[in-house]
């Protein structure tokens, strides 16, 4: 079955620099690559996601690009903000979704 | 994005009780619905897929006489965890997808267990 590697497991940068989150994939027939961010105590939000005819996608401060060759895709987050504090997980679909194990990222003020 | 609803959020129980969980699609219907369990700083792990109508299938070591999971409708979900024991104890979420999400999985809340 798909196996997700999230890297790293925490992130620390201060308000205002980017942060990079990186996956990886096992499975070449996933399709579908989302990005969530979990809050203490709260329920995943999906932020962005990408499928596997795309290369790239960005909204706002937030990109993701996917390299289909490599199997692998990252999280990119611009400008970043005490708010965008969160652990945030990558996951890949083809049938089922399976998640990597999250990333928590703190932004200094 | 659609919208998940889960209740209750937080529930305390004693040993030996049983606790149903809710989700619910609020505004698409919810072909399969999907119910995880979270530690403390770990990621999700599912525990089982329910289509609407058929049984739920379950993950590798989850036992399904211990979780009971019901998907009547298009819009709800139960997770009935039987007889709890404070190893039960955790987060558990839900999630969906189905017509008009294309594919997307959205989730719940979440519902923070704890049996003493």
């Known amino acids: 079955g798909e196996n997700v590697e999230q890297h790293p497991s925490t992130l620390s940068v201060q308000e205002g620099d980017s942060a990079v989150i990186k996956c990886t994939y096992s499975d070449s027939a996933s399709n579908y690559f989302p990005w969530y961010k979990q809050e203490l105590g709260k329920g995943p939000q999906l932020i962005i996601d990408?499928?596997?005819?795309?290369g790239e996608k960005k909204d706002q401060r937030i990109a993701v690009t996917l390299n289909k060759t490599a199997k692998h895709f990252s999280l990119h987050i611009t400008e970043t903000q005490p708010e965008d504090s969160a652990v945030y997980f990558c996951?890949?679909?083809?049938?089922?979704?399976?998640f990597g194990a999250g990333t928590r990222l703190t932004v200094k003020p | 994005g659609a919208v998940v609803s889960q209740h209750p959020s937080r529930v305390i129980c004693k040993s030996g009780t049983s606790v149903k969980i809710e989700c619910r699609s609020l505004d698409f219907q919810a072909t399969t619905m999907f119910w995880y369990r979270q530690f403390p700083k770990q990621s999700l792990m599912l525990m089982a897929t329910s289509n609407e109508g058929s049984k739920a299938t379950y993950e590798q070591g989850v036992e399904k006489d211990k979780f009971l999971i019901n998907h009547a409708s298009l819009t709800l979900s139960t997770l009935t965890v039987t007889s709890a024991h404070p190893e039960d104890s955790s987060f558990y979420i839900c999630?969906?997808?189905?017509?008009?999400?294309?594919?997307?999985?959205?989730f719940g809340s979440g519902t923070q267990l704890s049996v003493l």
């Open positions: 990408i499928r596997s005819n795309v």
């Open positions: 999630s969906a997808s189905g017509a008009g999400t294309n594919e997307k999985l959205f």
């Open positions: 996951a890949a679909s083809i049938n089922d979704m399976r």
